[in-house]
């Protein structure tokens, strides 16, 4: 927003949108996790490797990375000597830098990333990838931006400037850390994470089963910033993480969560056709304006409509919608019913959130009693309305080793909750 813009236009185009203030510069020697399958060819082809050989290589390579989880060209042994020496003096197979690492009793794992940063942030930026283990699932909560575009005012994330996009690498990196972390690739189960307490960790679902085989068998794009507003990385990334050749989480066990960026609604279904989430929050338009500022310039009723047209939308591909208790804002029972209403004929799903508090918010959780009040309304007019146990209660309490600022700490246990909050 630039100072000579009149206050009117502005009250009109009804909201600030933050730009970033950073663009991702690729090292000299970039890191091959993350590329696309074209991509990789045209790195292959930049290295000289010739066109009767790239479809071959690149097939070898997609496997080295993606099933064993290769973290030095060295590893590939499938792959000629010379070809691993070029590859090497061109190209890294590095992943987001882990900072810290805290694993709760119940088997929740969070990830402190470092990613690179310029200017006064040339130390870096930190995102959180949080995982939570369950009997038949692993979910892994991954981020999108470092802070972010919006300005909800419930998200402590919303205070935040938008420092940057994160790249598909770094948002595919995300998925290979955890995987590193959990020794959760083929053949690198005999080194899994030594030191880590692995009774708290449940055995990955065998082959069959609904976790693939995996430890990490779905994700949730709920981390920090809005995915629909980074949209060419988002989906460059879950197309790797998709492939079948590959990591192989299919697009059913993939969930994006938007606040509502009504155009990319429509190409997330079309070019990624992945789940979606919509955090809905409120059932007027006043009070989600309030609560989610980007209503102003996409409100409830046109939000719904593109949610009614999303591709392969049905009973057994529903959309979630997310709402966060907020005592006395949006939890009056009567909001309840009109939830139901307002989402009638809609495939859907309600995840009722409890709000985490951070410093300076004016708002509160709403008490338990309401949340499960208002839970039984949705869920007798025959809706899943799950209200998750907080995981990983434990080294939330421990954040403040991971970091000293207050506010990052906040920021991590949100993070935490949200992920907790999809896992059902
Ligand atoms: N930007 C995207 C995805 C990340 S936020 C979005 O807004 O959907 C993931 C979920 O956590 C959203 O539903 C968001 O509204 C919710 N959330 C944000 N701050 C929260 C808080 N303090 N307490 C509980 N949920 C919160
Ligand atoms: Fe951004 Fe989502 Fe937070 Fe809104 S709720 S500020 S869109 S991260």
């Known amino acids: 927003m630039t100072a000579s813009l009149n206050p009117a236009a502005a009250a009109a185009a009804g909201f600030v949108e933050k730009a970033p203030l950073e663009r991702y510069r690729p090292p000299a020697k970039p890191s091959l996790v993350g590329l696309s399958r074209v991509a990789l060819a ?43 020496a070029t590859l090497e003096r061109h190209f890294t197979l590095a992943r987001p830098e882990v900072v810290a ?20 942030d040339a130390g870096g930026h930190e995102v959180e990838s949080v995982y939570i283990p ?86 949730v794009m709920m981390g920090m910033g809005e995915p629909l507003y980074n949209f060419e990385a988002v989906r460059d990334a879950l197309q790797v993480v998709a492939d079948g050749d590959g990591i192989a989480i299919s697009k059913r066990r993939i969930t994006l969560s938007t606040s509502g960026v009504v155009p990319n609604i429509a190409r997330a279904g079309a070019e990624i056709g992945c789940m979606l989430a919509v955090s809905l929050h409120a059932v007027r338009d006043e009070l989600r304006s309030e609560l989610v500022p980007l209503n102003r310039k996409y409100p409830i009723a046109e939000l719904l409509a593109a949610c009614r047209n999303y591709p392969g939308l049905s009973n057994a591909r529903r959309i979630t919608f997310e709402y966060v208790m907020l005592k006395g804002v949006n939890d009056d029972l009567a909001d309840a019913k009109a939830l139901v209403q307002l989402l009638k004929g809609i495939p859907a799903k309600i995840n009722l959130i409890p709000f985490n508090p951070w410093p300076d918010t004016k708002y509160e959780c709403s008490d338990w009693e309401r949340i499960e009040e208002f839970s039984e309304i949705i869920f007798n007019a025959g809706y899943a309305s799950p209200v998750r146990t907080p995981r990983g209660r434990d080294i939330l309490a421990a954040c403040g080793q991971l970091k000293s600022a207050t506010e990052k700490l906040s920021a991590r246990e949100r993070l935490a909750l949200r992920a907790m909050a999809m896992t059902d």
């Open 101 to 120: 690492e805290q694993v709760s009793v119940d088997g929740t794992r969070k990830w402190l990333l470092r990613l690179p940063g310029e200017g006064r």
């Open 134 to 219: 369950e009997a038949d699932r692993g979910t892994l909560c991954v981020s999108s931006q470092v802070g972010c575009t919006l300005t909800c005012s419930f998200c402590h994330t919303g205070t935040q400037r938008l420092v940057r996009n994160l790249t598909a690498g770094e948002i595919v990196g995300q998925i290979m850390v955890a995987r590193d972390r959990l020794g959760d690739w083929l053949g690198a189960e005999r080194l899994r994470a030594p030191g880590l307490p692995t009774p708290s960790l449940p055995s990955p679902a065998s082959g069959g089963g609904k976790g693939g085989g995996r430890f990490v068998s779905n994700i």
């Open 42 to 84: 045209e790195a292959l082809a930049a290295v000289g490797v010739p066109p009767a050989q790239r479809k071959m290589r690149l097939q070898q390579l997609w496997h080295w990375i993606y099933v064993r989880g290769a973290t030095a060209f060295d590893q590939m042994t499938s792959v000629s000597k010379e070809l691993r």
